[in-house]
């Protein structure tokens, strides 16, 4: 492989990209029980929160001391609204392991003040010192988070104006288009890039372009995801779907 900056691992399956983010994650949590973990949401990440709650029944793995931050959440949605990212951390997560109410931070998307909102969840991540491990997946368009092209490499958690890509990619959750939220609340970029250590996961022939672009050798706003090879510490876990149509030097 071309010498980079970051790792890169290419698996055979969904299940592969699963199963070696969990047991990254797993070993830093052993390390560290009280560790701030930065979590996504979408269909790449409800595998990985299954295989996580299957290593954490097998290996009775305690999540009692880990504190969580979400990445976003919809502008306008209550955390009960069935459609909302909080309903599916919940169902896909939370209830399923033995981590404190108390120690899972949310973006509030209904707040009429989303500008407080937002500026109170950056402090409350900088209280506990800030996210050690994010998890990430990646936009068709290359966006993380719901930072969309364009958005500032310095960029802090705020509301945004989501694209029609994302809008459209996410429908499939929704009733109809239309009913897709056009404003999200979102942890920003520099945010993300503070974070001591980043997993992305990406799955699928639709991922390819995003991962192919991000790991091109310009790095540009135009594909948000390209920063994160200027991080210190990133890995890249992708499935041989996405890798097919990537051409790295070996």
């Not at 931070?105 to 996210?131: A, M, P, Q, T, V």
């Amino acid at each position: 492989m071309a010498k980079h900056d970051f790792k890169f691992l290419v698996v055979s399956s969904q299940n592969a990209v699963s199963k070696e983010a969990v047991e990254i994650l797993c070993r830093q949590i052993k390390k560290k029980p009280n560790l701030v973990l930065g979590l996504a949401t979408g269909t790449t990440m409800k595998p990985f929160y299954k295989e996580l709650i299957k290593h954490c029944k097998r290996c009775k793995l305690d999540f009692s001391k880990v504190k969580t931050f979400n990445l976003d959440e919809y502008s306008g949605l209550s955390e009960g609204d069935k459609h909302s990212l909080r309903h599916f951390m919940e169902n896909n997560f939370f209830k399923h392991v033995n981590i404190s109410k108390k120690n899972i931070y949310f973006l509030h998307g209904d707040r009429r003040n989303y500008r407080k909102e937002c500026s109170d969840y950056e402090k409350r991540i900088k209280s506990f010192g800030g996210i050690d491990i994010q998890v990430l997946g990646i936009g068709v368009n290359g966006h993380i988070g719901f930072n969309e092209p364009g958005s500032s490499f310095k960029s802090r958690t705020r509301r945004v104006k989501l694209s029609s890509k994302t809008r459209k990619s996410n429908s499939e959750d929704f009733p109809s288009l239309s009913s897709v939220p056009k404003y999200a609340l979102t942890v920003g970029i520099g945010t993300i890039m503070d974070s001591r250590k980043i997993l992305l996961l990406a799955v699928g022939d639709k991922k390819s372009w995003a991962v192919k672009k991000a790991l091109s050798k310009k790095i540009s706003t135009k594909v948000p995801a390209s920063i994160l090879r200027r991080h210190k510490d990133i890995e890249f876990i992708i499935d041989s779907r996405v890798a097919s149509d990537i051409k790295l030097l070996m």
